[in-house]
């Protein structure tokens, strides 16, 4: 499944390794509308956790998988 934009941005920061409170910040969200797209992210991507959502966005990056 395809994520949106915003999910993007926020996926992209986290690999930056941001956390909750900077990513509002820098998007002018609130830290649980943040929480709430991590969580729609691992679900889309079937991640058990933020990391390995990063991991697979890597690796679908790198045509891996």
């Given at each position: 499944m395809k994520l949106s934009r915003r999910e993007t941005e926020i996926i992209v920061l986290i690999a930056s390794g941001l956390p909750d409170k900077e990513i509002a910040q820098s998007l002018k969200i609130s830290i649980r509308t943040v929480q709430t797209n991590v969580t729609r992210i691992c679900l889309k991507l079937?991640?058990?956790n933020?990391?390995?959502?990063v991991t697979k966005v890597f690796l679908k990056a790198l045509n891996y998988t």
């Open positions: 079937g991640a058990r933020r990391p390995h959502a």
